[in-house]
């Protein structure tokens, strides 16, 4: 997918997604095309690695890396889920009550998720694959 790089830091890129594919006229056929199509939506923006050394306002190719959707996913929805099914087991067998049991579990899945947000902050599986 090509993107602008609108800035640099730590070795990573924020660039901001383009499509300027030929097809891009005759509706969407890829996720830049439809990212912002509403008014009041922003350009989409991702951060990448940037091993090639890009600088702001270079046109790039990005990439994701292999099997980075399936990791993501797994991060973002399995892990919760059995972090949410363990706490409802182990504050059932205490002997807590259903719904005690239910709130215990939303509030440690609400911990999983701003721990997650603290150690992904600059995770990214997107990389910049080359200059244009």
């Known amino acids: 997918m090509n993107a602008r790089v609108l800035k640099i830091h730590?070795?990573?890129a924020e660039v901001q997604l383009i499509c300027t594919d030929s097809e891009a006229g005759k509706g969407a056929h890829c996720g830049a095309c439809t990212m912002g199509a509403k008014p009041t939506s922003k350009p989409e923006r991702i951060l990448a690695e940037n091993p090639v050394g890009a600088k702001p306002g270079d046109m790039v190719d990005c990439e994701i890396r292999e099997h980075g959707e399936l990791k993501a996913a797994t991060i973002l929805f399995i892990v919760p889920l059995a972090i949410f099914m363990v706490a409802l087991g182990v504050t059932r067998s205490?002997?807590?009550?259903?719904?005690?049991?239910?709130?215990?579990?939303?509030?440690?899945?609400?911990?999983?998720f701003l721990g997650l947000q603290l150690i992904?902050?600059?995770?990214?599986y997107y990389y910049i694959a080359g200059i244009k």
Do not use: H
């Open 10 to 12: 730590n070795g990573k």
């Open 94 to 112: 205490l002997g807590l009550e259903m719904w005690q049991s239910f709130l215990a579990g939303l509030g440690v899945l609400a911990i999983t």
């Open 120 to 124: 992904l902050r600059n995770k990214t």
